[in-house]
């Protein structure tokens, strides 16, 4: 056995004990979870942006999340909610303005969602521009 420890590089033999501490290590990081990256609530960023067709301002509209409840106000064209991956979001006005109804398009959440507040076409829209601009004198 003395002759077998003589010949074992000193090196080598560092490196292996390194290589088992690492190993060690590592593994009991993955088992803590520390390298997975995929969120376990199930909830994503979804980063909403708004295209405004109508003659108000954007900060009249609101992102509505039925299923959880949530809501975002949109700043310069934008606003970010976090929901789960595939719920609804529903272009909204916001609550504070109980006078004016509009009716928007759902859209199911993934990372990148762009709503549109459509007032131009149909007579129901117009009616809800009418509302809209009675309330806010735009």
Not at 38 to 48: H, N, Q, S
Request: aromatic share 8%.
């Amino acid at each position: 056995m003395k002759d077998w420890k003589a010949r074992m590089n000193p090196n080598i033999l560092g490196s292996i004990i390194l290589a088992a501490i690492l190993g060690i290590i590592g593994t009991t990081m993955y088992m803590m979870g520390l390298f997975d990256r995929t969120p376990r609530d199930g909830l994503i960023d979804v980063r909403v942006a708004l295209v405004n067709t109508c003659d108000v301002k954007d900060e009249y509209f609101i992102v509505y999340a039925p299923q959880s409840g949530k809501t975002a106000r949109f700043s310069n064209g934008s606003t970010n909610i976090r929901v789960k991956k595939g719920d609804i979001l529903r272009l909204v006005i916001d609550p504070s303005y109980p006078a004016i109804k509009y009716a928007g398009y759902d859209e199911k959440a993934k990372s990148r969602v762009e709503l549109v507040a459509d007032c131009i076409s149909g007579e129901r829209q117009n009616m809800v521009t009418r509302s809209m601009r009675k309330q806010f004198g735009d």
